[in-house]
Nanobody
Framework: VQLQACGGGLVQPGGSLRHSCAASGSIFSINYMGWYRQAPGKQRELVASITNGGRVPINYADSVKGRFTISRDDAKNTLYLQMNSLKADDTAVYYC??????????WGKGTQVTVSS
């Protein structure tokens, strides 16, 4: 699966941004998609995910619950992350991830989000 991510940028605290991630290739085999982020000096962490048929189909990190929304447009093969009420702690490089039933684990190119006044 190939993932083309876009979005990100510089935003003031309290602002909003939207990421998108277009999938191509063996999209029929995808059973999990998620957004991760990595801040300087920190490990990459899960932000939000959507799992097909999972017991918990949509999952959010506690730090973003109520502020971020993950969604998927299957007609466009695109994953979205709407980020509202952004904080300085949300500054990071954001990555799109897709996992397939075959065991493949694919990553999109990271996009920088900087929250600063």
């Amino acid at each position: 699966v190939q993932l083309q991510a876009c979005g990100g940028g510089l935003v003031q605290p309290g602002g909003s941004l939207r990421h998108s991630c277009a999938a191509s290739g063996s999209i029929f085999s995808i059973n999990y998609m998620g957004w991760y982020r990595q801040a300087p000096g920190k490990q990459r962490e899960l932000v939000a995910s959507i799992t097909n048929g999972g017991r918990v189909p949509i999952n959010y990190a506690d730090s973003v619950k109520g502020r971020f929304t993950i969604s998927r447009d299957d007609a466009k093969n695109t994953l979205y992350l709407q980020m509202n009420s952004l904080k300085a702690d949300d500054t990071a490089v954001y990555y799109c991830n897709a996992r397939s039933r075959s065991g493949a684990n694919d990553w999109g190119k990271g996009t920088q989000v900087t929250v600063s006044s």
